[in-house]
């Protein structure tokens, strides 16, 4: 029996690694685990989006948007931009979230969901090289902490619309559960 299961989860850890990786190296690859960009409006081209893995996520994103290798203390960190728009993810407990910022004459929020997850998307303008911030915070849990981010800054304000698009395509990877438990 444990055989069988050791099995199980190599073969399903191989077909996760290999999604993540060819999720990551090539637009025109569509990885065996990924789902077309769903969440985003039905009369928008999707053909200006591709699916991204981010860690134990995927996310749609605009196709002119190009990754940026980084460097991280955890690992957890994504950047992709463009010559209007920054987006990163900080997939740790460590996330960024506002704090002074809740002060902002323009700062906006609201709690929903994202792939069945609770979440806190927020916006606000500042001045400066990006104007536009936009954020998501998600818990994994219901009654836990927030402990992954997404941020899309943009050089004009009112980014809120992208940002929220590309929010609505969020999906978490499914990952085997223990079946001992």
Same mark, same amino acid.
């Given at each position: 029996?444990?055989?069988?299961?050791?099995? *199980? %989860?190599?073969?399903?850890?191989?077909?996760?690694?290999?999604?993540?990786?060819?999720?990551?190296?090539?637009?025109?690859?569509?990885?065996?685990?990924?789902?077309?960009?769903?969440?985003?409006?039905?009369?928008?081209?999707?053909?200006? $989006?591709?699916?991204?893995?981010?860690?134990?996520?995927?996310?749609?994103?605009?196709?002119?948007?190009?990754?940026?290798?980084?460097?991280?203390?955890?690992?957890?960190?994504?950047?992709? @931009?463009? @010559? @209007? *728009?920054?987006?990163?993810?900080?997939?740790?407990?460590?996330?960024?979230?506002?704090?002074?910022?809740?002060?902002?004459?323009?700062?906006?929020?609201?709690?929903?969901?994202?792939?069945?997850?609770?979440? $806190?998307? $927020?916006? *606000?303008?500042?001045?400066?090289? %990006?104007?536009?911030?936009?954020?998501?915070?998600?818990?994994?849990? +219901?009654?836990?902490? %927030?402990?992954?981010?997404?941020?899309?800054?943009?050089?004009?304000?009112?980014?809120?619309?992208?940002?929220?698009?590309? *929010?609505?395509?969020?999906?978490?990877?499914?990952?085997?559960?223990?079946? +001992?438990?």
């Amino acid at each position: 029996m444990n055989y069988i299961k050791s099995i *199980f %989860y190599v073969g399903y850890a191989v077909i996760l690694l290999s999604s993540f990786m060819v999720g990551q190296r090539s637009d025109d690859v569509k990885p065996p685990l990924l789902m077309a960009c769903d969440g985003l409006e039905k009369s928008e081209d999707v053909t200006n $989006w591709r699916r991204v893995v981010l860690g134990g996520i995927s996310i749609c994103i605009p196709t002119n948007l190009r990754e940026i290798k980084q460097r991280c203390f955890d690992g957890g960190c994504y950047r992709f @931009e463009n @010559e @209007e *728009f920054v987006l990163t993810a900080d997939l740790d407990p460590a996330a960024g979230r506002p704090t002074s910022q809740k002060r902002y004459p323009s700062y906006n929020e609201q709690y929903t969901k994202v792939d069945g997850k609770p979440a $806190w998307i $927020w916006y *606000f303008e500042r001045t400066g090289e %990006y104007k536009g911030n936009s954020g998501i915070n998600i818990k994994l849990k +219901e009654d836990g902490e %927030y402990v992954m981010g997404l941020y899309l800054y943009s050089k004009e304000a009112g980014n809120h619309k992208l940002a929220n698009k590309i *929010f609505n395509t969020i999906r978490f990877l499914p990952f085997p559960t223990n079946p +001992e438990k």
